[in-house]
């Protein structure tokens, strides 16, 4: 009697379990022979961007530009995209674009897609700067920079200790605070630069022997772009009378960051010997570069109207 009592609940359970699982299929069967209804909102105004005002902002250096988009009420958002060169700009999706040492001599694009309140895209618009220019004082302080023939930038680095980044014709030092020890050194062709988002932050990348990125901040936005001219313009000294300048002047307060790089004492100390009279500036470092990269190291060399010593003189030590 036992037994077959077992065997009762067990089939009443077996009973119980097939009909579960048929209701769970007869439901699927009835949900997937539903028609599928899509509604449209016929009503609802599109998303367009009407119109694009002209880039709020001067196309030089440290400048910023802004655009502002005359959208429909069926706009929820605008997406931004800024390109540089052609090149887009993956970083910066606001409205405001600020410009930095690598948009010089570059067209600044600007694409506004509207964005519906569904998620749907409208008609992209955009807007195209003129080159993007440089005030006068920034070449005419490079210049200044190549005609004594080196310069130098008080930095930090990431682990806060200041560093200092010194400026030769031959190449680029990364020296400790006092400017005693070199930690890195490299020609030029080596030595790139890259901006971070932070407008005081960037890498140096040194690609020689030892191939070293380091990053640094420079104590103003102005003194960043300038490493970077800097750079280019050690790298290529022709680019410095070729960068388009601008007419307006640059604030005070970028002007006192331009003047915070100093120029050190004895730089050009290759001219021991001076004969004759002075030539211009620029005359005189296409003069030391020459010499430099000619290697040839003799004893009075002529560059333009004066004549270089490369020989220090010996003590006598009788």
């Known amino acids: 009697a036992a037994d077959e009592a077992a065997q009762r609940r067990a089939a009443d359970e077996a009973a119980q379990v097939a009909q579960a699982a048929q209701a769970e299929a007869d439901a699927r069967a009835a949900e997937e022979a539903m028609p599928v209804v899509y509604k449209l909102n016929l009503a609802a105004e599109p998303a367009t961007v009407q119109s694009l005002t002209a ?46 040492a690598a948009d ?21 618009l955009s807007k195209t700067t003129p080159i993007i220019s440089v005030a006068s004082e920034v070449p005419s302080k490079l210049q200044e920079y190549l005609n004594h023939g080196s310069c130098e930038f008080h930095l930090v680095d990431a682990e806060h200790k200041e560093r200092l980044l010194l400026f030769t014709l031959k190449n680029l030092k990364l020296r400790d605070k006092n400017g ?11 030595v790139r630069m890259e901006l971070a988002l932070d407008e005081q932050a960037f890498a140096l990348v040194f690609t020689g022997k030892k191939g070293v990125s380091v990053n640094l901040r420079a104590p103003k936005a102005i003194v960043r772009d300038l490493i970077f001219l800097t750079l280019q313009a050690f790298k290529d000294p022709s680019c410095v009378p070729a960068l388009p300048r601008s007419t307006s002047q640059m604030s005070h307060q970028d002007a006192l960051g331009i003047g915070s790089a100093a120029m050190p004492r004895g730089a050009q100390s290759p001219a021991s010997s001076i004969a004759s009279e002075a030539p211009p500036a620029s ?5 030391v570069r020459a010499s430099i990269e000619s290697g040839s190291g003799k004893k009075g060399t002529i560059s333009g109207r004066r004549t270089f010593s490369f020989s220090r003189n010996k003590k006598d030590k009788s």
């Not at 570059?106 to 964005?115: G, K, L």
């Not at 005359?283 to 003069?287: K, M, W």
């Open 55 to 100: 880039l709020v902002g001067e196309p030089t250096l440290v400048q910023s530009l802004t655009v502002q988009a005359e959208t429909s009420a069926g706009t929820r958002e605008c997406v931004y995209r800024w390109l540089r060169g052609g090149v887009h700009q993956a970083a910066i999706e606001a409205p405001t674009y600020r410009l930095t």
């Open 104 to 124: 010089v001599n570059q067209e600044i694009t600007v694409q506004v897609t509207p964005v519906g309140a569904d998620g749907s895209l409208g008609q992209t």
């Open 180 to 190: 005693k020890s070199t930690l890195h050194k490299d020609g030029y062709s080596q």
């Open 283 to 287: 005359e005189l470092a296409d003069g």
